[in-house]
């Protein structure tokens, strides 16, 4: 079931639905304004538009890459379980 949770992103009170923990909500929270930070404090920029584009395109990028190396991990973990068989028939 979602419950409502408040969460503070840029100074900025927002209330989010999640059927997650509280300890998880804190923990995407704590993770989206460390990335926000470590975006802003490089730019000398501070328009928060800016800032949440670009820690929006880093996050997708490390996503994809995630993903992209669990899908080489499945295709390894096949081979490897595979191999195993071949071997156990030997």
């Known amino acids: 079931m979602k419950k409502s949770h408040a969460v503070i992103v840029l100074g900025r009170e927002l209330s989010v639905r999640s059927s997650a923990p509280e300890s998880k909500v804190r923990a995407v929270e704590t993770f989206v304004n460390s990335k926000l930070q470590e975006i802003g404090s490089a730019l000398k920029s501070g328009d928060a538009q800016l800032v949440l584009s670009l820690a929006l395109l880093n996050t997708v990028e ?3 890459e995630l993903r ?12 490897i ?10």
Do not use: F, K, N
């Open 62 to 64: 490390e996503l994809l």
């Open 68 to 79: 992209s190396q669990r899908e080489m991990d499945a295709v390894v973990d096949s081979r």
């Open 81 to 90: 379980d595979s191999l195993i068989a071949t071997l156990d028939t030997v």
